[in-house]
């Protein structure tokens, strides 16, 4: 495993609330993407030039009312913003968990190889 999460207690934000029109982010997904990068942990080198698989867990009160695949191009961007992977075009596997919680909502991410 290259890169691990803990658990990021912010509610995970589906991408049709991150843009408006084709390329222009919203205030809502810049101000979450700004709290997302404060909590994801830091590491010294940038994973670079390497095939990737991406494991995440969505903890939702919620998880019928949003559909999986909306939720994950949100939180891979932060990880890019934050220069912990050079590019998602390198991921090559991802697996996705949403999971019932009644706690608080949020995501945790697992980068691993391929």
Not at 61 to 66: A, D, G, I, L
Not at 98 to 105: A, N, P, S, Y
């Amino acid at each position: 495993m290259y890169y691990s999460s803990n658990f990021i207690n912010i509610k995970p934000i589906s991408i049709n609330s991150c843009f408006v029109g084709r390329r222009f982010k919203t205030k809502e997904f810049s101000a979450w993407q700004e709290a997302v990068l404060w909590k994801l942990p830091r590491i010294e080198k940038t994973i670079k030039n390497r095939k990737l698989g991406i494991r995440m867990y969505f903890y939702l009160k919620h998880p019928t009312k949003q559909d999986g695949d909306n939720l994950i191009k949100a939180a891979i961007d932060c990880l890019v913003k934050a220069e912990i992977i050079e590019d998602d075009r390198y991921i090559f596997y991802y697996e996705v968990f949403k999971r019932k919680t009644e706690k608080e909502e949020g995501f945790e991410i697992e980068i691993i190889e391929t």
